[in-house]
């Protein structure tokens, strides 16, 4: 009888058991933690993301946005995978700590390898952890402050929250201006819920502190040639279809002519049948006509002759959203007038941003919705800064519906990991040990920030906790003058959701991680002949 192990995977698939999946799943989560974190607080480090195809414009990143930066790697380890849809979930949901968030789960499986090595089971360590999200969650709940019924008060939160949250990012030289800009578009569109009614539009020169809120639509396209540059009572169609008669809309098919005369033929019968079509779009009562696709010369000249202004090659995002805020609809075909939206606006009219000329709508259907306008100077600044807005912008209206805030500098953090250190002292067995290196995984968060500034960290950070256990609670660090400071003097808020979610995602990405101990391979595809 043979004693040879049997293996029942296919040839080429590979597995690691128990201790062997256990350590190949903290290193990896730990590596992508250790990735991002220079890249967490106010004084972060950004990184530079260059492509495999340098001349893309597109090929060259410099970012400290967590998100960005954990979806342009790509990673093999299936532990980082999942740090890296924590990062794009919490991206999604609320828009900031997307850093944090990654960080947070990645002290805590740091501190679970030790715990293991201590002979420790995972699901005495995830029992520990859970009651102690549970105690960390109820002290940000009791911490959390809500000023929605005072309309000035909360305009000044969420001043506060966009400060706190562009302060991390390429816009902190000019926070105070970003964060008034922010906070004016997210309250005019805040009735509808749309945040897609606020516009980002990004414009080389000048500098940042010339970005501007404009009041109306902008598209980066121009009419055509002969046509009206400036329209009133703007009745607007929005299109997606073909304007071009260069070529028979039938695929494979084949044209064969005995004369010349034929081909003249053709494009006559190619020439009315634009017409035709331009007809059936006149017969809508429009003045502006705007297309996702390229429009011809001749359907361009028979607008101009019927006296309609007409855009071309408008992109897809641009024409969605002009949809959106004229209150039409995209149409693809024309028979029947009667049944298509049409668009609305007061005033439609050529601006100038720069160098370049710009269509603004003004007076649209949808009042609220606005343009924010950037400036900068190289692309990869404008790029960053509109991540930045952007996170800033998702966090308001976040803000907006859920309008309790906490403070930040590390203060939120300092305040569970008491809670939590609380706890574990009241808790018999094994489970105090998990609890107290959650807490110890909630006090790296503001460690980390200290580092990344220069700063002592166990010093700071020690001073901090001290506080807190003296009662301070409202306490966290100054990252302006390397002391700890009160964050309702600084005015250092921020959104409860966001830190919320940092605390519940981290926890079960930790937690879902913790518990593999066996990973399987499939063998890779043999490549046919």
């Known amino acids: 009888m043979s004693l040879q192990p049997i293996s029942v995977l296919r040839p080429g698939a590979d597995e690691e058991k128990a201790e062997s999946a256990r350590l190949s799943s903290f290193v990896g989560a730990i590596a992508i933690g250790d990735l991002v974190k220079t890249t967490l607080g106010p004084k ?5 993301l260059l492509g495999m195809d340098p001349t893309q414009t597109d090929s060259l990143r410099v970012t400290n946005d967590g998100a960005t930066i954990l979806k342009s790697i790509g990673v093999d380890n299936p532990a980082a995978k999942v740090l890296v849809d924590i990062s794009k979930v919490q991206d999604a949901e609320v828009g900031d700590g997307t850093t944090s968030v990654t960080v947070l789960a990645c002290e805590l499986l740091r501190e679970a390898e030790q715990l293991i090595a201590q002979h420790i089971h995972p699901q005495t360590i995830i029992s520990g952890w859970r009651k102690a999200v549970d105690a960390a969650r109820a002290a940000l709940v009791a911490a959390a402050k809500d000023n929605s019924a005072n309309s000035d008060q ?32 997210v309250l005019r569109v805040r009735k509808i819920d749309i945040l897609e009614a606020i516009q980002i539009i990004k414009k080389l020169g000048g500098s940042m502190s010339d970005s ?16 009206p540059k400036r329209m009133e009572n703007a009745k607007i169609l929005i299109a997606n279809t073909a304007m071009d008669a260069d070529k028979i809309k039938i695929f494979g098919s084949k044209v ?19 017409k035709d079509k331009v007809d059936m779009i006149l017969k809508h009562d429009i003045n502006v006509f705007i297309n996702r696709q390229l429009i011809y010369n001749y359907p361009e000249q028979l607008f101009a002759d019927a006296g309609v202004m007409a855009i071309e090659h408008a992109d897809f995002e641009g024409v969605e959203r002009l949809a959106l805020v004229t209150g039409g609809e995209i149409v693809s075909t024309f028979g029947h007038p009667e049944k298509v939206k049409i668009g609305k606006c007061n005033l439609i009219e050529q601006v100038m941003i720069g160098e370049d000329k710009l269509m603004r709508f003004s007076g649209v259907a949808l009042g609220e919705a606005c343009t924010i306008v950037l400036r900068g100077a190289t692309q990869q600044i404008l790029d960053e800064a509109e991540r930045s807005l952007h996170d800033a912008l998702c966090v308001l209206s976040q803000t907006v519906k859920e309008p309790r805030t906490v403070f930040g500098g590390g203060c939120s953090e300092m305040l569970m990991a008491t809670a939590v250190s609380e706890l574990a002292a009241k808790t018999a067995g094994k489970e105090s040990m998990a609890m ?16 990344n500034a220069g700063y002592d960290s166990a010093e700071l950070v020690s001073s901090l906790r001290a506080a807190h256990a003296s009662g301070k609670s409202t306490h966290g660090l100054d990252m302006e003058n390397g002391a700890i400071g ?9 959104s409860f959701l966001v830190k919320r979610q940092i605390l519940l995602s981290a926890a079960e990405a930790a937690e879902m991680i913790l518990r593999v101990d066996d990973i399987i391979r499939a063998a890779p595809r043999q490549r046919g002949r």
Not at 212 to 227: A, I, N, R, S, W
Not at 436 to 451: C, E, G, H, N, V
């Open 436 to 451: 107290d290196a959650f807490a110890k995984a909630l006090r790296q968060l503001p460690t980390i920030i200290a580092d």
């Open 154 to 185: 909360f305009r000044e939160d969420l001043v506060n929250i966009a400060k706190t949250t562009i302060s991390s990012k390429i816009l902190t030289q000019h926070k105070d201006h970003f964060a008034e800009l922010a906070v004016n578009s």
């Open 486 to 494: 009160d964050m309702s003097e600084l005015l250092i808020t921020e």
């Open 256 to 274: 064969r002519v005995d004369s010349t005369a034929k081909v003249a033929q053709l494009e006559v019968a190619e020439r009315e049948k634009m």
């Open 44 to 48: 972060g480090m950004d990184k530079v």
């Open 212 to 227: 501007y809120l404009d009041e109306g639509f902008l598209l980066d396209k121009m009419p055509g040639v002969h046509q």
